[in-house]
């Protein structure tokens, strides 16, 4: 059982910040490998980064310089830091865990444990 919780959401301007996180639960013998992704209405869900085991990231190329991933092993956490956000980045953004990588790490058939979803709205 891995259980995901978020918060950090919400409508903001566009150029502002938001800092994203999420607490995750439940799992054994590893911190696990996080992902965040995004899907806006009509879209795939997308890859926004990730973390693994050992602490390399991935961005997505419209992440790349505006977006971060961390996390915090010892408090079982996630992080994604927003930063000069554009309206098209509104979307509905998710933080996903899977114990190793074993595929494409912005695939969302990757990971095995999703967080619910928070909304982020930039307005122009």
């Known amino acids: 059982q891995v259980h995901l919780e978020k918060s950090g959401g919400g409508s903001v301007q566009a150029g502002d910040s938001l800092r994203l996180s999420c607490v995750y639960s439940?799992?054994?013998?590893?911190?696990?490998?996080g992902g965040w992704f995004r899907q806006a209405p009509g879209k795939e869900r997308e890859g926004v980064a990730s973390?693994?085991?050992?602490?390399?990231?991935n961005y997505g190329d419209f992440a790349k310089g505006r977006f971060t991933i961390s996390r915090d092993n010892a408090k079982n956490t996630l992080y994604l830091q927003l930063n000069s956000l554009k309206p098209e980045d509104t979307a509905t953004y998710y933080c996903?865990?899977?114990?190793?990588?074993?595929?494409?790490?912005?695939?969302?058939?990757?990971?095995?444990?999703w967080g619910k979803g928070t909304q982020v709205t930039v307005s122009a």
């Open positions: 996903a865990l899977v114990n190793s990588f074993g595929g494409r790490w912005s695939s969302p058939a990757t990971y095995y444990y």
């Open positions: 439940g799992l054994t013998d590893t911190n696990g490998c």
């Open positions: 973390i693994d085991l050992d602490g390399t990231t």
